[in-house]
C-alpha cells in the first residue's frame, strides 16, 4: 500500500460487519486493522500521523463525519474516505465535503463486472424466468444470491424460487412450518409513532442484570392513553407508555415460515446457544416437527435449533433465497436480480455491483435501455443474454458476428463508412469521390462494380440524393439524407418558433447597457426582447460575448423570482463550458445534456423547458446531428435557444456547419456583434480589416507597431519588421550562404536559420514582462510542440529554470474525424498510441490485416480483440520525445523542470 510506503500505519473503517468480514478475507489487506464504524460512536483512538481508510464512506452519517474529521484534524491524521455510491447515511456529509473543496479522486482500476441482460416487461414471467435460472444454479452446487428491491416484491419472487427448487429437487418433501421474528426498524422518532404497534407484535427489553432479553407479546395499542398492554410467556401484563420506550427496546413481526429440507435462511438477531450475528447464512441440512439441523459458516459441526410454534420461542430468522441488492458481500457469487426502471439507480448498481462477481440482470424495460443504463456505470460490462438466442448460438462472441454479417453486404459497409469521411469535408461530393474513399474501406474482393451499384441503388431508394450537374462543378453530386433531414429539421425549428414564446422582459433597462457596445446591446435586447424560439448571435473574436452573457444574467435577475427564467449554457467542449460558468451561468457540455434529456424521454418523462433560456456558445463547432438533436429537444420541451459562436474560428469536427446556415438560408433573427473590445487601440483595425478579409490592409496595421518597441533584454535578436515572411527557399539560401561562409573561414552573421529559430529567439529575447504579454499561435499541433520544446530548451540553456527534473506523462489527444477510425490504415499509420477503451487504456498491440482485427492490451496484460469497422474508439496519441531525457517509455513521458511554465493547447488541431 502507498501508505505503507510513506511509512504511515493504516486503520480501516468498515461500513458494515458484512463488509468487515469481506474485507479481512482479502489477502492483500492481511495483518492490517479493520474495524467497524461503531468505533467512532465508542471513541475512537487515532494514531498520530496515520492513514484512516473509511470504506463506503456516503453511509457515515453527519455525526460520526464530524468525529472523523476532528480526531483526525488534532491528531495530523490522512483521511481517505470512498464513495460507493449507497447514499444511506444520515445527512449528505460527503456532498458537503466536496462542496468545501476536498479533493476528488475517480479509481478507473477497479474490475468490471460482467452483466447479462434478460429483458422481460411481464413482472410474472420475469420471476419464473429468475426463479428457474436460480434453482439450476444452486443445484449445480454454485455460489448464487438472488435479489429484488422491496418486501412485497421479495416475498412473491421468494415463494416463486421454492416453488422452483421443489420442482428441481433441491428443497425436500414435505416441509414444515415454524414461527420466526422478524425485525420492524424503529429510529429516535419511529418509536414514539403509535402506528408502528400492533396486537400479536413481539417486544424486546435489554435487561442489564442478567445480560438478556426479555420478551412480550402486544396485546393491546391504547390510543387515548397512548399506551400498549405487553404480556409474557407466563401470561402476566403491564402497560408501558409508549413515550417512555428507550434504545433498550425492540420491536419483532411474528410470521409463519414453511422449512424444508436444503432450505436456506438468514439470521435477522442473536439466537441462544448460536454464536452467529445478524445477516449470517443457515443451511437446513434436515428438518422435523420439534428441532432442525442447521450448518453454519466457518463450522464443521452442524448446530441442532427448535423449531417453534409460540411467538416466546419463535427464532429471529427469515428466509434467505432473497435479499436486497447490495446485502451480501461477496467477489465470487453470481447475483440473479430482478430490476424495473425506477430501481434502476445508482445504489441498486452499486449494491449488485458488490454482491457478486457476475450479474445477471432481468429487467422489466427493453434490452437497449437497460444496456445504456448500465453502460454509464463504471462497474459494469454488458453482456446481451438476447443477442445469443436471437443468433441460436450459446457463444456470444459467434453470436455477435452472426448478427453483424447479416447486418449490411460488404458494398454497403463500405458506403456506410464512407460517407462520414467525406461529409467531413464537405456535405456535397462527387460520385467519383464517393467511390474513391468507399474502395478504401470495402472488403477483398469488393469491387467498383458492387460499389456503384449500391450508389444507384442507395440513390433509387432516396438514402442518397442526387444533384444533376451542380453549378461551378460540372457534374452531378450526391448528398446524404440523413445531413439534408438534419439541415431540414434545425430550419424547420426556427421557422415554428418564430412568435411562439413570450418575450422575457418588454424593454431592457437602460442601465444595464451603458457600458457596453452597440452590438452588445443589440444583442442583449435581441436575447430578452424576441418573442422567437430560436435566435443568433454572430461574434467575432474579441467582441466582448462574455460580457455580454453577463449583461443577460444582470437583467434575468432582476426579474421577479416567479417570473425569472433558468438560464443554461450549453458548449461543445469543456472550455466554453468553463467561459460560461465565469459569467455565472449555470453550464454543461452539449454532449452531456443531450444524452440526459433523451434517457429522460426515453424513461417517459417529459421535459419542461417552458421556464429556461439556452444560451449555446461556440456553435461553430456543433455539427448538424447535434444542432439539429438539441433544437428538437428544446422545441419539444417549450424552451428558448440563442446560438452563439464565430464562423470564422473553428469549425465542427462533424459533418455539417449549421451555425453558418443558420445566418444564410434560416428565418432567425441574427445580430452581428463586430466591435472588438479586447485588443489594443494599435491592433483593433488590423483585426477589423481581417474581419473583412482585407489581408493586405491587416498587414500593413500590424507593420505601424515595430519591433523596437518591444521591450528586449540586453544584445538580443530582434526582427526588421512585424511582419516576416520566412520561408522555406529563405531556410535553404541560409543554411548554403553559412555553409560557403565556414568553407572560406568567414564570419556568419547571428541570424536566425529557421522560422522555428526566429520564434524562439525573438522571444526568448524579450524582457520577463513582454513575455507575459505575448502568444504564440500555430496552425499544427505538431508546430506547437517544437516550439514548446525549443523555447524550453533555450530557457534552460539561459538558466532560467530550476535544476530539479520529473517525468511527467502525457497523452495528446489524436483528432480523428467521423469514420477514420473504421480504416484499418488508421490505426497502422498510429502505432504507438493509446485507444480508450471502456474507460481503459489500451496499447496497439497488434493488426491483423487478413482478419481485420485489431489487437488491444491493457496495462495489466489483458488483451481483447476489435474489429475498427464495427467499432468506435477514442484515441489518445502518445508524441514521443527523443532529446534530453525525452522518449518513448511505457505509455508516454515529458519532461517539466521546477519554474517551467507546462503549456497545454487551447484548442485541438485538425
Same mark, same amino acid.
Given at each position: 500500500?502507498?501508505? *505503507? +510506503? $510513506?511509512?504511515?500505519?493504516? %486503520?480501516? &473503517?468498515?461500513?458494515?460487519?458484512?463488509? =468487515?468480514?469481506? #474485507?479481512?478475507?482479502? !489477502?492483500?489487506?492481511?495483518?492490517?486493522?479493520?474495524?467497524?464504524?461503531?468505533?467512532?460512536?465508542?471513541?475512537?483512538?487515532?494514531?498520530?500521523?496515520?492513514?484512516?481508510?473509511?470504506?463506503?464512506?456516503?453511509?457515515?452519517?453527519?455525526?460520526?463525519?464530524?468525529?472523523?474529521?476532528?480526531?483526525?484534524?488534532?491528531?495530523?491524521?490522512?483521511?481517505?474516505?470512498?464513495?460507493?455510491?449507497?447514499?444511506?447515511?444520515?445527512?449528505?456529509?460527503?456532498?458537503?465535503?466536496?462542496?468545501?473543496?476536498?479533493?476528488?479522486?475517480?479509481?478507473?482500476?477497479?474490475?468490471?463486472?460482467?452483466?447479462?441482460?434478460?429483458?422481460?416487461?411481464?413482472?410474472?414471467?420475469?420471476?419464473?424466468?429468475?426463479?428457474?435460472?436460480?434453482?439450476?444454479?444452486?443445484?449445480?452446487?454454485?455460489?448464487?444470491?438472488?435479489?429484488?428491491?422491496?418486501? *412485497? +416484491? $421479495?416475498?412473491?419472487?421468494? %415463494?416463486? &424460487?421454492?416453488?422452483?427448487?421443489?420442482? =428441481?429437487?433441491? #428443497?425436500?418433501?414435505? !416441509?414444515?412450518?415454524?414461527?420466526?421474528?422478524?425485525?420492524?426498524?424503529?429510529?429516535?422518532?419511529?418509536?414514539?409513532?403509535?402506528?408502528?404497534?400492533?396486537?400479536?407484535?413481539?417486544?424486546?427489553?435489554?435487561?442489564?442484570?442478567?445480560?438478556?432479553?426479555?420478551?412480550?407479546?402486544?396485546?393491546?395499542?391504547?390510543?387515548?392513553?397512548?399506551?400498549?398492554?405487553?404480556?409474557?410467556?407466563?401470561?402476566?401484563?403491564?402497560?408501558?407508555?409508549?413515550?417512555?420506550?428507550?434504545?433498550?427496546?425492540?420491536?419483532?413481526?411474528?410470521?409463519?415460515?414453511?422449512?424444508?429440507?436444503?432450505?436456506?435462511?438468514?439470521?435477522?438477531?442473536?439466537?441462544?446457544?448460536?454464536?452467529?450475528?445478524?445477516?449470517?447464512?443457515?443451511?437446513?441440512?434436515?428438518?422435523?416437527?420439534?428441532?432442525?439441523?442447521?450448518?453454519?459458516?466457518?463450522?464443521? +459441526?452442524?448446530?441442532?435449533?427448535?423449531?417453534?410454534?409460540?411467538?416466546?420461542?419463535?427464532?429471529?430468522?427469515?428466509?434467505?433465497?432473497? !435479499?436486497?441488492?447490495?446485502?451480501?458481500?461477496?467477489?465470487?457469487?453470481?447475483?440473479?436480480?430482478?430490476?424495473?426502471?425506477?430501481?434502476?439507480?445508482?445504489?441498486?448498481?452499486?449494491?449488485?455491483?458488490?454482491?457478486?462477481?457476475?450479474?445477471?440482470?432481468?429487467?422489466?424495460?427493453?434490452?437497449?435501455?437497460?444496456?445504456?443504463?448500465?453502460?454509464?456505470?463504471?462497474?459494469?460490462?454488458?453482456?446481451?443474454?438476447?443477442?445469443?438466442?436471437?443468433?441460436?448460438?450459446?457463444?456470444?462472441?459467434?453470436?455477435?458476428?452472426?448478427?453483424?454479417?447479416?447486418?449490411?453486404?460488404?458494398?454497403?459497409?463500405?458506403?456506410?463508412?464512407?460517407?462520414?469521411?467525406?461529409?467531413?469535408?464537405?456535405?456535397?461530393?462527387?460520385?467519383?469521390?464517393?467511390?474513391?474513399?468507399?474502395?478504401?474501406?470495402?472488403?477483398?474482393?469488393?469491387?467498383?462494380?458492387?460499389?456503384?451499384?449500391?450508389?444507384?441503388?442507395?440513390?433509387?431508394?432516396?438514402?442518397?440524393?442526387?444533384?444533376?450537374?451542380?453549378?461551378?462543378?460540372?457534374?452531378?453530386?450526391?448528398?446524404?439524407?440523413?445531413?439534408?433531414?438534419?439541415?431540414?429539421?434545425?430550419?424547420?425549428?426556427?421557422?415554428?418558433?418564430?412568435?411562439?414564446?413570450?418575450?422575457?422582459?418588454?424593454?431592457?433597462?437602460?442601465?444595464?447597457?451603458?457600458?457596453?457596445?452597440?452590438?452588445?446591446?443589440?444583442?442583449?435586447?435581441?436575447?430578452?426582447?424576441?418573442?422567437?424560439?430560436?435566435?443568433?448571435?454572430?461574434?467575432?473574436?474579441?467582441?466582448?460575448?462574455?460580457?455580454?452573457?453577463?449583461?443577460?444574467?444582470?437583467?434575468?435577475?432582476?426579474?421577479?423570482?416567479?417570473?425569472?427564467?433558468?438560464?443554461?449554457?450549453?458548449?461543445?467542449?469543456?472550455?466554453?463550458?468553463?467561459?460560461?460558468?465565469?459569467?455565472?451561468?449555470?453550464?454543461?457540455?452539449?454532449?452531456?445534456?443531450?444524452?440526459?434529456?433523451?434517457?429522460?424521454?426515453?424513461?417517459?418523462?417529459?421535459?419542461?423547458?417552458?421556464?429556461?433560456?439556452?444560451?449555446?456558445?461556440?456553435?461553430?463547432?456543433?455539427?448538424?446531428?447535434?444542432?439539429?438533436?438539441?433544437?428538437?429537444?428544446?422545441?419539444?420541451?417549450?424552451?428558448?435557444?440563442?446560438?452563439?459562436?464565430?464562423?470564422?474560428?473553428?469549425?465542427?469536427?462533424?459533418?455539417?456547419?449549421?451555425?453558418?446556415?443558420?445566418?444564410?438560408?434560416?428565418?432567425?433573427?441574427?445580430?452581428?456583434?463586430?466591435?472588438?473590445?479586447?485588443?489594443?487601440?494599435?491592433?483593433?483595425?488590423?483585426?477589423?480589416?481581417?474581419?473583412?478579409?482585407?489581408?493586405?490592409?491587416?498587414?500593413?496595421?500590424?507593420?505601424?507597431?515595430?519591433?523596437?518597441?518591444?521591450?528586449?533584454?540586453?544584445?538580443?535578436?530582434?526582427?526588421?519588421?512585424?511582419?516576416?515572411?520566412?520561408?522555406?527557399?529563405?531556410?535553404?539560401?541560409?543554411?548554403?550562404?553559412?555553409?560557403?561562409?565556414?568553407?572560406?573561414?568567414?564570419?556568419?552573421?547571428?541570424?536566425?536559420?529557421?522560422?522555428?529559430?526566429?520564434?524562439?529567439?525573438?522571444?526568448?529575447?524579450?524582457?520577463?514582462?513582454?513575455?507575459?504579454?505575448?502568444?504564440?499561435?500555430?496552425?499544427?499541433?505538431?508546430?506547437?510542440?517544437?516550439?514548446?520544446?525549443?523555447?524550453?530548451?533555450?530557457?534552460?540553456?539561459?538558466?532560467?529554470?530550476?535544476?530539479?527534473?520529473?517525468?511527467?506523462?502525457?497523452?495528446?489527444?489524436?483528432?480523428?474525424?467521423?469514420?477514420?477510425?473504421?480504416?484499418?490504415?488508421?490505426?497502422?499509420?498510429?502505432?504507438?498510441?493509446?485507444?480508450?477503451?471502456?474507460?481503459?487504456?489500451?496499447?496497439?498491440?497488434?493488426?491483423?490485416?487478413?482478419?481485420?482485427?485489431?489487437?488491444?492490451?491493457?496495462?495489466?496484460?489483458?488483451?481483447?480483440?476489435?474489429?475498427?469497422?464495427?467499432?468506435?474508439?477514442?484515441?489518445?496519441?502518445?508524441?514521443?520525445?527523443?532529446?534530453?531525457?525525452?522518449?518513448?517509455?511505457?505509455?508516454?513521458?515529458?519532461?517539466?523542470?521546477?519554474?517551467?511554465?507546462?503549456?497545454?493547447?487551447?484548442?485541438?488541431?485538425?
Amino acid at each position: 500500500m502507498m501508505a *505503507r +510506503e $510513506q511509512g504511515r500505519e493504516v %486503520q480501516i &473503517i468498515a461500513a458494515d460487519r458484512r463488509s =468487515q468480514m469481506n #474485507l479481512k478475507q482479502d !489477502e492483500r489487506l492481511s495483518g492490517e486493522l479493520i474495524t467497524g464504524r461503531r468505533q467512532l460512536q465508542e471513541g475512537m483512538v487515532f494514531t498520530p500521523g496515520s492513514t484512516v481508510i473509511v470504506d463506503q464512506g456516503e453511509k457515515l452519517s453527519l455525526k460520526e463525519t464530524l468525529t472523523l474529521l476532528d480526531g483526525a484534524a488534532r491528531h495530523n491524521v490522512q483521511v481517505l474516505i470512498t464513495d460507493s455510491g449507497q447514499r444511506t447515511g444520515t445527512g449528505s456529509a460527503l456532498m458537503t465535503m466536496k462542496d468545501a473543496g476536498v479533493n476528488t479522486y475517480r479509481w478507473q482500476g477497479g474490475e468490471q463486472r460482467p452483466a447479462t441482460i434478460i429483458s422481460e416487461p411481464d413482472r410474472n414471467v420475469r420471476y419464473d424466468r429468475l426463479a428457474g435460472d436460480f434453482a439450476a444454479s444452486v443445484k449445480a452446487g454454485e455460489e448464487s444470491v438472488a435479489q429484488v428491491s422491496g418486501v *412485497r +416484491e $421479495q416475498a412473491i419472487l421468494t %415463494q416463486a &424460487i421454492r416453488s422452483e427448487l421443489k420442482t =428441481q429437487g433441491v #428443497l425436500g418433501h414435505p !416441509e414444515v412450518t415454524m414461527t420466526a421474528l422478524s425485525p420492524v426498524w424503529l429510529d429516535s422518532r419511529s418509536r414514539y409513532l403509535r402506528d408502528m404497534y400492533r396486537p400479536g407484535m413481539v417486544m424486546e427489553q435489554w435487561n442489564p442484570e442478567t445480560r438478556s432479553h426479555d420478551r412480550y407479546v402486544i396485546d393491546r395499542v391504547t390510543a387515548q392513553s397512548h399506551s400498549l398492554t405487553l404480556r409474557d410467556a407466563q401470561g402476566e401484563t403491564q402497560v408501558v407508555r409508549i413515550s417512555s420506550l428507550d434504545s433498550s427496546w425492540s420491536l419483532f413481526r411474528p410470521e409463519k415460515m414453511p422449512v424444508a429440507d436444503g432450505e436456506r435462511l438468514r439470521v435477522t438477531g442473536k439466537i441462544p446457544g448460536l454464536r452467529v450475528s445478524g445477516g449470517d447464512r443457515l443451511q437446513v441440512a434436515s428438518v422435523s416437527e420439534d428441532a432442525m439441523t442447521v450448518v453454519v459458516p466457518g463450522r464443521a +459441526e452442524p448446530a441442532t435449533l427448535p423449531v417453534a410454534d409460540s411467538p416466546f420461542t419463535a427464532l429471529k430468522l427469515e428466509n434467505g433465497w432473497v !435479499e436486497t441488492p447490495g446485502h451480501s458481500v461477496s467477489d465470487s457469487a453470481t447475483v440473479f436480480a430482478s430490476v424495473t426502471q425506477m430501481a434502476m439507480d445508482n445504489a441498486t448498481l452499486n449494491g449488485l455491483a458488490r454482491s457478486g462477481r457476475d450479474v445477471r440482470l432481468y429487467s422489466s424495460l427493453d434490452e437497449t435501455r437497460t444496456a445504456e443504463k448500465l453502460a454509464r456505470h463504471p462497474s459494469f460490462t454488458v453482456v446481451s443474454e438476447q443477442i445469443k438466442a436471437r443468433a441460436g448460438e450459446t457463444s456470444l462472441e459467434t453470436a455477435i458476428s452472426l448478427q453483424k454479417t447479416g447486418l449490411h453486404t460488404p458494398a454497403q459497409q463500405a458506403i456506410h463508412l464512407a460517407l462520414p469521411v467525406l461529409e467531413s469535408k464537405n456535405l456535397a461530393f462527387s460520385m467519383v469521390d464517393l467511390l474513391t474513399e468507399a474502395k478504401s474501406f470495402a472488403a477483398e474482393g469488393t469491387g467498383f462494380t458492387e460499389l456503384g451499384g449500391e450508389i444507384n441503388a442507395q440513390i433509387k431508394r432516396g438514402d442518397l440524393l442526387y444533384v444533376d450537374v451542380a453549378k461551378g462543378y460540372g457534374t452531378g453530386l450526391l448528398v446524404s439524407r440523413a445531413s439534408y433531414e438534419a439541415e431540414k429539421s434545425i430550419l424547420r425549428h426556427i421557422l415554428e418558433g418564430k412568435e411562439a414564446v413570450t418575450p422575457l422582459m418588454e424593454r431592457v433597462p437602460g442601465e444595464l447597457m451603458e457600458t457596453l457596445t452597440s452590438g452588445q446591446r443589440a444583442a442583449t435586447r435581441m436575447i430578452l426582447e424576441t418573442s422567437d424560439r430560436f435566435t443568433v448571435v454572430q461574434g467575432y473574436a474579441g467582441v466582448g460575448k462574455t460580457t455580454q452573457f453577463r449583461a443577460v444574467m444582470s437583467a434575468v435577475n432582476m426579474l421577479p423570482a416567479s417570473e425569472r427564467p433558468r438560464v443554461v449554457g450549453l458548449g461543445p467542449t469543456h472550455r466554453a463550458v468553463g467561459e460560461m460558468r465565469s459569467a455565472g451561468v449555470d453550464a454543461q457540455t452539449l454532449a452531456s445534456f443531450l444524452h440526459d434529456t433523451q434517457l429522460q424521454q426515453r424513461s417517459g418523462e417529459t421535459p419542461d423547458f417552458s421556464n429556461t433560456l439556452f444560451l449555446l456558445d461556440e456553435s461553430s463547432m456543433v455539427g448538424n446531428t447535434d444542432m439539429a438533436r438539441a433544437y428538437a429537444l428544446i422545441a419539444a420541451g417549450g424552451g428558448r435557444a440563442v446560438a452563439s459562436g464565430d464562423t470564422d474560428q473553428l469549425q465542427a469536427i462533424a459533418p455539417g456547419q449549421p451555425f453558418r446556415l443558420q445566418q444564410t438560408r434560416s428565418a432567425a433573427d441574427v445580430v452581428i456583434m463586430k466591435e472588438i473590445v479586447r485588443q489594443t487601440p494599435e491592433l483593433r483595425e488590423a483585426v477589423y480589416s481581417l474581419i473583412n478579409r482585407d489581408v493586405e490592409r491587416a498587414l500593413s496595421g500590424l507593420e505601424s507597431v515595430k519591433p523596437s518597441q518591444v521591450p528586449r533584454q540586453e544584445g538580443a535578436w530582434a526582427p526588421e519588421h512585424s511582419v516576416t515572411e520566412f520561408s522555406h527557399s529563405q531556410e535553404a539560401k541560409l543554411a548554403e550562404a553559412q555553409q560557403k561562409a565556414m568553407l572560406k573561414g568567414e564570419t556568419f552573421p547571428d541570424v536566425p536559420m529557421t522560422l522555428y529559430e526566429a520564434i524562439v529567439r525573438d522571444y526568448t529575447g524579450r524582457t520577463p514582462e513582454a513575455r507575459e504579454q505575448t502568444l504564440i499561435v500555430t496552425h499544427l499541433n505538431e508546430d506547437r510542440r517544437v516550439l514548446n520544446s525549443m523555447i524550453h530548451d533555450a530557457r534552460e540553456k539561459a538558466g532560467e529554470l530550476g535544476k530539479e527534473q520529473v517525468m511527467v506523462p502525457v497523452l495528446n489527444t489524436a483528432n480523428i474525424r467521423d469514420g477514420e477510425l473504421r480504416r484499418l490504415s488508421t490505426w497502422e499509420n498510429n502505432p504507438d498510441a493509446l485507444a480508450l477503451v471502456d474507460s481503459v487504456y489500451h496499447r496497439i498491440a497488434g493488426i491483423s490485416k487478413d482478419d481485420g482485427l485489431i489487437t488491444l492490451e491493457d496495462a495489466e496484460g489483458n488483451t481483447r480483440l476489435i474489429s475498427p469497422g464495427r467499432r468506435w474508439l477514442k484515441v489518445s496519441h502518445c508524441t514521443p520525445r527523443t532529446k534530453s531525457g525525452w522518449g518513448p517509455a511505457t505509455g508516454c513521458a515529458s519532461r517539466r523542470v521546477t519554474g517551467s511554465a507546462v503549456m497545454w493547447p487551447t484548442a485541438s488541431g485538425r
